[in-house]
């Protein structure tokens, strides 16, 4: 009999702690008051909206957005690609690691079909943010990609008016996505729950009113980092993931 060895549970908000980053924006995190976490929430305090000076007129330290440079080029690489990926699968809800490398391949071949050679981290930016969950989370509807899953799964979101299971469907510019009516309470608690930061990308037309997502424009040609709460490294990902 082999011996299987059993994980512990880490819960969410202590990975953030080892990457130093609120990776999913969670707003809960800033009202921890225990001493780990006060070095983590210094960090996080110098750019965060949920601080309690007025952030809309305060000038960022920009010198905490740059990318850390090492004398050897080897030294601690590892660690980093570590980091970046951990922080990926945070943000992406755990994407298998097959799911990722079919996401990669697509993304090459999309761009050696256009002309000038486009970069394929475009296409790959493209075909993860074109995922029904993802956008569901960017328009804040949900406070989690597996938030989002589970509304998916349980027949809670319609694509064009056609019931949509699978979180993977990538969305096209003029889809209309909704939701069913027993979903709606819900929905008003995420979004009740939430501080709508960062906004909503600028590709997505949303009514809260009526809870209804409408994709007006392709993500490829959108600035999609506007919606991002932090920096990823999408080059590295698809390097360590088409090894």
């Known amino acids: 009999m082999t011996n299987k060895k059993k994980y512990r549970y880490k819960p969410v908000y202590k990975k953030f702690l080892i990457l130093k980053k609120n990776v999913q924006n969670r707003a809960k995190l800033f009202g921890f008051k225990k001493r780990k976490w006060q070095f983590l929430l210094a960090q996080l305090s110098k ?14 330290d920009q010198n905490i957005y740059l990318i850390s440079k090492y004398s050897n080029f080897f030294f601690k690489n590892y660690k980093q690609n570590l980091l970046t990926r951990k922080s990926f699968n945070l943000f992406y809800g755990s994407l298998s690691k097959n799911y990722l490398k079919k996401v990669i391949a697509n993304s090459q071949s999309a761009s050696n079909k256009v002309q000038n050679r486009i970069n394929s981290k475009l296409f790959f930016k493209d ?11 960017r328009a804040h509807f949900t406070s989690s990609i597996m938030n989002a899953r589970q ?21 096209e510019k003029g889809n209309i996505i909704s939701f069913s009516d027993k979903s709606h309470k819900l929905l008003e608690y995420f979004l009740l729950s939430s501080q709508i930061w960062p906004l909503p990308p600028k590709y997505i037309q949303v009514s809260y009113k009526i809870f209804q997502i409408i994709i007006i424009d392709d993500i490829k040609v959108s600035n999609t980092s506007d919606s991002y709460n932090m920096w990823l490294n999408f080059n590295e990902v698809m390097k360590s993931y088409r090894r």
Do not use: A, M
């Not at 750019?47 to 960022?60: G, I, P």
């Not at 075909?127 to 989370?137: A, G, H, M, P, Y």
């Not at 509304?151 to 969305?171: A, C, E, M, R, W």
């Open 47 to 60: 750019t965060s909206k949920f601080r309690k000076t007025n952030s809309y007129y305060t000038f960022y």
């Open 127 to 137: 075909f993860l943010e074109r995922r029904l969950d993802v956008i569901l989370v």
């Open 151 to 171: 509304l998916i799964s349980h027949g809670h979101v319609y694509v064009d008016n056609q019931k949509n299971f699978n979180p993977t469907t990538l969305v």
